[in-house]
Structures are given as C-alpha cells and as structure tokens.
C-alpha cells in the first residue's frame, strides 16, 4: 500500500479528502452537541435524525447535476470549485454562531452538505484516475481511512473544543451557539487550506465530454429515471449499490440512536464520552480498511463483504445487552474493523466495473440510492421516537436488515466468502508470498502442478488468484457429507484409482473451458520432505486446449502442523510461518512426468529454505 504515495498527487488529494470530511463533520457536530445539551428523550431523537436528514438530502437532490459535471468536466476542476463554495458557506455558518441564530446555522447544515454532494462522484471518481486499476483497492482504503480519521479527528476536536468554551454556561441553544461561535473559523480556516490544496491538483482526464445539461429535463425527472437506468445496467453494479445503501442505512440509525440510549441506559450527560465511543468505530474503519486493502492486494476481495456484514449483525445484537462503557467502546471499534470490510471492496468494484463514459454517472447514482435509503431509515427512526419506542427495538430491527444484507452478499459471493474465511483464518498462523504470479496466464486455461506437502497446499495456491482453481482431490474426501456441497460449489474432481480416467477426462472438460485446474503428481502429501514419484495421469489429458502448464513449489509448509511430518522440538504458538509458493515459467503440455519432476526438483534445490 505504501506504493500509491509515489504517485505525482495522492498527499496532495488525501488532505483535500481530510480537510473536507473534518470541515463537514465539524458543523454537523457542533449543531448535534447543541441538540444534545438542550434536548431529551424523543425531541433530541428526532432533532439528530433531520440534522442527519439535512446533510443527506442533497445528495438526493443533486444526482443528476452531480453525476453530470463529474462526467462532463475534469474531477480536479470540480473539487477546486466545491472548496470554494465551502469557504462562503462556512464563514456564513460563523456569522450565525456569533448571532446564535440556531435555526440559520442548523439550516446552512444543509448548504454545506449541498457542496460535499457535487465534490462526492468527483472525489470518488478521480480515485479511479489517479491511482489506476492496479492500485485500486489500495486507494479506497487511503480514502476510506483519510476520511474516517478526519471523522475521528473531527469528533473528538470539535467535542472537546465545545465542551471547554461552553462549560455550564448556558440556559438555552442560542446560548451555547454564541459561547462555542469562535470554533467557526477553525471551519472557515480548514476551507481556506482545502482550496488552496484542491488548485494544486493534478489534471487527470484522459477524455473531454460535450454532454449538455438541461434544466427542464432534470426538474421533469427524465435525467432522473435516464440515469437510474445507466445504474441498473450492471446487475453486480446495482446491487453492491443496494449493499452500501443497506450498510450505511444501518450505521447512520445506529448512531442517531446511541446517544440517546447512552443518556438515558448509562446516565451518561458528556459529550465528549459519547462522541468518542463512537468516534472509535472511526478507528476500527481505519484498521479494517488497511486490511481490506491488504488483503485485496492480487485482486478485489469480495468475500470480505458478507464476513463484515454478519460481524456488524452480531455486534448490533449485543449492544442492548451491554451496559458497561468499556464494551461498548471495544463493540464500536470492532464495528469499524468490520465496516471497512464492506466499504472498501465494494466502492472498488463499482469503480473497476463502471464504464468511463457514465463514471460520474454511476458514481451520483451510488450516493443517490444510498441517501435515499438513509432518508428513508432516518424516518424510519423518526417515527419510533415518535410513537415513544425505545432504541432496543431499534438496534434489534437494524441487526435483522444487517443479516437480510448479509444473507444476500452471502449468496452471490459464497466462493470468495468461503476463500476469504480460510485466508482469515490461515494467516493467523502463515504469512503468504508469492514469486512468478505474472506467469499465470490472466484468461487462457492453466494445468497448475506441483509438490503436496501439506492439508493447506490448497489455499497457499488460490489465495493470490482472482480465477476458481479446479482441485483434483481423492474421492474419498470429497464424499464427506459434511463437505461435500463446500466441494461441489468450489468445483473440485474427484479422483480415485477405479475412476482415474473419468476424472482426467473432467480435468480435460475444465481445462477446454478456460479454466485453472490443479494436480498433484505425487498423488498424496508427502511424508519426509523429499518429491516423490510423479504420477503420469496428468499426461491422459489432451495437449488441444487453449492454455499452458505451469509448474509450482510450496515451501514452508513442511513440518507444520497441518503437513504429515511432524517437526521434532516444542512449536511456536505465536510465531507465523512464511509460506512461499513459486509459480515457474510455462512449460509444453507434453512435459513427461520424469521431466516434471526434474524441473520442481530444480525449483526445490534453487528455492527451499533448508
């Protein structure tokens, strides 16, 4: 990850990033303060839920205005412009604070959020532009943790500020404005830098678009339906919009809730406290996200999605059951860890899938559908202070959606959720590396064959691959009622020695069809660390596919305990093994199995750590 920061531009864009979420965050947690010291029970529920309603609204409202200037005009323009608007807005904001004009200050909440919805398709598109799709992943968590630490930041600098100028001073929310109104140019000043930091940004747009907008055609609502259209287009598009939508849904009622439940459950009265729990989700957005990153580092990790869902649905679950601060704070940040799993991915798959004509498009459309969702769950939450239901329901309701989200990524990712879990788990003890990847052909048929010298041979293989491996495996195993439908799903063939032949005529079937199919040539895992016959059952399949053979050796695998030879002396329980797994260059399909094990034999004495 630390790569991307070589590239002309990122220092610069990542504190543009910063300083308008910090910005943002600021007024809006001044206003929520305000509500907070003022208000209970129900009113202060409702009054949080049309602040959050207030900054979510013009993304509503300017899909398609947004959507258009991002595709029509270069993204580093469209930000500089935002910047400046900010400035105005925030010194207006600082106008009303020293007036104590609460309704005006609470209603520009909605003005600056207007500007953080034109700068939102071109911040996130110019993502794309400026790192590239190689380097994708990595940019999204840089931006996710960007902004989740300038949300942090912001919580915990505004929270602390306001409670120091305002102490007890006050007896009603005019009061408190005029007491905290130096704070404003803090927000003006953090304006001032963005501007200056946005006009310094590279130009990146490799087309110039003669779209035209139409205002009659966007108040009839036809550029409206048009461009939810373009969004639908792609079925993974929409639908890893739908997720996002549900995700932040769920994360705005949960924080629209917690104070309240925080005050009424805990008795707790402090700001600051009940900002800086939830600001720690901030953190735990920031780790997560650098794991997300991390461990989509070959490809995008989609499988990481639905293990993020399920965590956020358990920890929703027990949080009205927690009545101590401390778990509270360690639930928030686990919150986090889990939410960059469901960020990260899914922003970059939108990205990498969105064609450059609709970018923008796409881009508007995401965070249109989004705040309707959230609008409409703001409501949701609205109504049950209304009709006086507490927030236990609330969090119950939320974890019920969190498992509808989780249940659907869950179906369309099933294999990479399954691939994902291992990885998860195997790196607890392993650390991966690969050499020769770029030998693996990225759409042509590959024959994967190599040395077995453990139960986890398999997933050393599939982890840096994008593409299903096709595992050759002993019938026996694959029968276990337990697994068998795991095996099935993940398109193993099953081969025993009464059916070998069936089982090379499948490998033969997969291998026309483009796909990567993996065979041991020992034909079991070894037992004392040196290559053992090689099998000649791989020379069945017919040479008139469209591919290659590669060949492979895993080393550090050997001795563990998941390998058949069992190291003398006491182990580790701490200390990760590094497992390196070497991919040679291709090699003839007519390769014999003696010259096969020739060539691994080479790679073993070149490569092994002895």
Known sequence: ????????????????????AF??????????????????????????????????????LMF????????????????????????????????????????????????????????????????????????????NAAVQAVTTVAILGGIIFYSVLFENLLADNFTNKEDVLIAIAPLGWLLVLGSLIELFLASRLPYKMK??????????????????????????????????????????????????????????????TNAITVQGVMALAGIGIVVGSIMAANFSRYYVNMGLVAIGTFGIMLIILFVPITSSIVVFAFLFSLFGIFSGFIMVPLNARIQILSPSVHFGTVLAGNNFVQNIFMVSFLLLTTLFAYFGMNAEALFYLMAFVALYMGIKVFRRYLVMTFWSTMELISRLRHRY??????????????????????????????????RQINFMMEKDIYNWKVLNSVFKKGEAIPVSKKAAKDAFKEAYIRLKNGSIVTIYPEGEINRDGKLGKFHRGYELIPTDYDGVIVPFFIDGLYGSIFSRYKAKGKRSLFKRREVTTYFGEPISKETSSDELKSIIQNMKDKYEIR
Request: zero cysteines; hydrophobic letters at 50%; aromatic letters at 16%.
């Open 23 to 60: 910005t943002d965050l600021g007024h809006k947690i001044i206003i929520q303060n305000t509500v907070f010291k003022v208000y209970d029970g129900e009113m202060q529920i409702i009054l949080t839920a049309i602040v959050n309603a207030l900054i979510l609204l013009p993304f509503i």
């Open 433 to 466: 590396v690969y050499v020769g990847l770029e030998n693996i052909p990225h759409a042509k048929a590959v024959l994967l064959l190599g040395n077995h010298v453990s139960w986890l041979d398999w997933v050393a293989l599939q982890l840096p691959l994008q």
């Open 1 to 20: 990850m630390s790569k991307i920061f070589a590239i002309v531009g990122v220092v610069n864009y990542l504190l543009v990033v910063f300083l308008n």
């Open 207 to 268: 087309f110039n678009s003669k779209k035209k907008f139409k205002f009659k055609r966007y108040v009839k609502g036809e550029y409206l339906f048009k461009n939810l259209k373009i969004i639908r287009r792609k079925k993974e598009i929409f639908d890893a919009i739908i997720s996002l939508s549900l995700f932040w849904s769920i994360s705005q009622v949960i924080l629209s809730i917690f104070g309240e439940y925080a005050k009424r459950e805990l008795g707790i």
């Open 64 to 139: 398609s205005p947004s959507g258009f200037l991002a595709d029509r005009f270069p993204k580093n323009v469209i930000m500089k412009y935002s910047s400046l608007l900010a400035v105005f807005v925030t010194l207006l904001i600082t106008y009303s604070y020293y007036h104590g004009m609460f309704y005006t200050a609470f209603g520009l909440t909605f003005v600056l959020a207007l500007q953080s919805a034109i700068y939102g398709p071109a911040k996130y598109g110019y993502v794309k532009e400026l790192f590239g799709v190689e380097f994708i992943s990595s940019g």
